[in-house]
């Protein structure tokens, strides 16, 4: 019998990043802190389980015999899951950690991209091939997905003492230009870019990251990060 897990990284994210990120503004006591510390402890070990020793990211889905000795990894990465992570891991101050951005950083860049308009996104998944490489797995060019991943991107750009990660990651980001994704009329986000019926690449003109319009494109547009090319206050008004 074997048991299979997926990675829910989006909740353990939320659950998380907000005691890694602001611990200093959380006052628990020492039995929570204690509970805490462990249960983050636990989670992180058992997400390590999961990352590919060869690309450091972490696989979406790791299936384990009953006896719970790792057996597999399906070799499927999402974009936001990467993103996640690479926040979760910069927030870290050990070498370990250092040394896992760094070669995730260096497997982004080597990943294939969807260009449009000068801009250049990651697309939807990936996953290995038969001989071992990274290659698109799911077309979709997601909005929301990418805005994750610039804002990971721009973190580590600004937090990494390795010139090199830094360099990497700042040419990575500096190429999202959002401006295809938003609507000109209403300053909204669109939600993505499909594959049409001719195998070519489309934009989704009727749908738009609504639920998300909050908090991913409010945070990048005021850290004023450098991902469109007009003015953030003027797509937010648009946007209101």
């Keep these: 019998m074997q048991r299979t897990f997926s990675l829910k990284i989006s909740f353990l994210g939320i659950l998380f990043l907000p005691f890694t990120l602001f611990a200093d503004s959380y006052v628990l006591s020492p039995e929570a802190q204690n509970f805490y510390t462990q249960l983050r402890s ?6 390590e389980t999961m990352r590919d020793p060869g690309t450091s990211l972490l696989g979406d889905k790791t299936t384990w015999s009953e006896d719970f000795k790792k057996q597999s990894n ?12 690479l926040i979760q891991l910069s927030s870290m101050d050990s070498e370990e950690f250092k040394a896992k951005v760094a070669k995730i950083v260096g497997t982004l860049s080597m990943l294939e991209k969807f260009k449009v308009d000068g801009s250049e996104f990651f697309y939807w998944a990936y996953k290995k091939d038969e001989k071992g490489s990274l290659v698109v797995e799911n077309p979709e060019v997601s909005s929301i997905d990418n805005f994750h ?3 990971a991107l721009w973190l580590v750009a600004n937090t990494s003492k390795d010139e090199n990660v830094k360099a990497t990651a700042t040419s990575m980001y500096s190429k999202m230009k959002l401006d295809p994704f938003v609507d000109p009329k209403t300053g909204l986000i669109r939600l993505a870019y499909k594959k049409n019926d001719q195998g070519e690449h489309e934009l989704m003109s009727n749908s738009y990251a609504f639920m998300d319009q909050k908090r991913e494109v409010c945070m990048p547009w005021g850290l004023r990060l450098d991902l469109l090319a007009e003015l953030p206050t003027k797509n937010t008004f648009r946007m209101l």
């Design 74 to 85: 399906n070799g499927f990465v999402a974009s936001t899951n990467i993103a996640l992570d």
């Design 42 to 47: 636990d989670t992180l070990q058992s997400l």
């Design 149 to 151: 991943l610039a804002f």
